[in-house]
T-cell receptor, first 114, second 109 residues
């Protein structure tokens, strides 16, 4: 299967600071990718969809000014959590839409805001 | 609104005890139904995509089947390393995935 990496795997930050999470596809290119959030004991919730070179589309209830997405290239996307608060603590996972329309996920980033 | 319901919520099996997981769904314009495996603290690992009713796919001890309203993931003679949360998701026309809550499988040696 396709390989997707995320960096960092874990991050702890103080309330009010910003955190950037990087997501890379290592062996394929994709014009469309997705960012998800997963709370403990819950399933994945889609946050936003982005297409390379255009603005991201956010799901209802997700603040676009808080969660900044930059789909910089066909293999790289970043999610920046701005002015993070403890309630933003979660597991953030990216995925790329491959040419066969299957989604391949990264290993996730555990964000803890203190 | 797309809905995906997985059952049971948790499944405890003895090694070698075969069983099935259920995923029932309602979606407008189904492109595909996906099964993923997720280990604690990790991202989902792709297992199968099913596109049409009647389709079946196999991988080692896992077999996935699809009808017009539900999908089953059969685990044959499971081993402890099959312990994980199995996620079902439906893909709509816009390529977005809607996930079920998952079934956590624990296989005891």
């Amino acid at each position: 299967g396709a390989v997707v990496s995320q960096h960092p795997s874990r991050v702890i930050c103080k309330s009010g600071t910003s955190v950037k999470i990087e997501c890379r596809s290592l062996d394929f290119q994709a014009t469309t990718m997705f960012w998800y959030r997963q709370f403990p004991k819950q399933s994945l919730m889609l946050m936003a969809t982005s297409n390379e070179g255009s603005k991201a589309t956010y799901e209802q209830g997700v603040e676009k000014d808080k969660f900044l997405i930059n789909h910089a290239s066909l293999t790289l996307s970043t999610l920046t959590v701005t002015s993070a608060h403890p309630e933003d603590s979660s597991f953030y996972i990216c995925s790329f839409l491959a040419g066969n329309y299957e989604q391949y996920f990264g290993p996730g980033t555990r964000l803890t805001v203190t | 609104e797309d809905q995906v319901t997985q059952s049971p919520e948790a499944l405890r099996l003895q090694e070698g005890e075969s069983s099935s997981l259920n995923c029932s769904y309602t979606v407008s314009g189904l492109r595909g139904l996906f099964w993923y495996r997720q280990d604690p603290g990790k991202g989902p690992e792709f297992l199968f995509t099913l596109y049409s009713a009647g389709e079946e796919k196999e991988k080692e001890r896992l077999k996935a089947t699809l009808t017009k309203k539900e999908s089953f993931l059969h685990i044959t003679a499971p081993k402890p390393e099959d312990s994980a949360t199995y996620l079902c998701a439906v893909q709509a026309a816009d390529y977005k995935l809607s996930f079920g809550a998952g079934t956590t499988v624990t296989v005891r040696a």
